[in-house]
């Protein structure tokens, strides 16, 4: 069964810098990509970016290129957002999602609250 | 990037009355394979997004066959054939045929 865990609920203050996982497991992990998406309280869905992790090509949304870095470990099967200073508009829920090769993105993690606030 | 368009934003329904969302792109999704990569998602209150269809018109495993899609090019219809109380959510489409991939703004269903 494949199965995408992701960290729990983080809360930062401004200025901080944070990385969450996303634990692969049930499949061949640098078989497919994982992307994360971004989804800002009351608000709908947003692609951040996606990692083959296989040679970690990486993808981003031009939009939030430079403000985020997606990264792969093939070791451990797991995927990472990281942000080297975070803003209180990073405020939200964070998904990472597994790709199907062009069937659509049937695998979805439980999604981690990020809160940023002084 | 591609938009994605939907329309309605809200749509109030009656149980087992049907309903249809409207998603258009700004580029094509017909891929040159004979594919258009468009894919419809469901995400239900306080859970992740799930998938509903994929390539336009391919149920995902699992989805109730009154969940049905079409289209081709810039214009897709997502319809629901009768409504049912777990149907309640926000349907998103989401073009997948450039890997920078964009959703719609999403269409919130409720029940009248």
């Known amino acids: 069964e494949v199965q995408l865990v992701q960290s729990g609920v983080e809360v930062k203050k401004p200025g901080e810098s944070l990385k969450i996982s996303c634990k692969a497991s049930?499949?061949?992990?640098?078989?497919?990509?994982i992307g994360w998406v971004r989804q800002m309280p009351g608000k709908g869905l947003e692609w951040m970016g996606i990692?083959?992790?296989?040679?970690?090509?990486?993808r981003y949304n031009p939009s939030l290129q430079g403000q985020v870095t997606i990264s792969a470990d093939k070791s451990i099967s797991a995927a990472y957002l990281q942000w080297s200073s975070l803003k209180a508009s990073d405020t939200g829920i964070y998904y990472c999602?597994?790709?199907?090769?062009?069937?659509?993105?049937?695998?979805w993690g439980q999604g981690t609250l990020v809160t940023v606030s002084s | 990037d591609i938009v994605m368009t939907q329309s309605p934003l809200s749509l109030p329904v009656t149980p087992g009355e049907p309903a249809s969302i409207s998603c258009r792109s700004s580029?094509?999704?017909?891929?040159?394979?004979?594919?258009?990569?468009l894919d419809w998602y469901l995400q239900k209150p306080g859970q992740s997004p799930q998938l509903l269809m994929y390539?336009?018109?391919n149920r995902a495993s699992g989805v109730p066959d009154r969940f049905s899609g079409s289209g081709s090019g810039t214009d897709f219809t997502l319809k629901i054939s009768r409504v049912e109380a777990e149907d309640v959510g926000v349907y998103y489409c989401?073009?997948?045929?450039?890997?920078?991939?964009?959703f719609g703004q999403g269409t919130r269903l409720d029940i009248k």
């Open positions: 999602a597994r790709g199907n090769r062009g069937l659509g993105v049937p695998y």
């Open positions: 049930g499949y061949s992990f640098t078989a497919y990509w």
């Open positions: 990692i083959f992790p296989g040679d970690s090509d990486t």
């Open positions: 580029q094509s999704l017909l891929h040159s394979d004979g594919f258009n990569y």
């Open positions: 390539l336009g018109s």
């Open positions: 989401m073009q997948a045929l450039q890997t920078q991939y964009t």
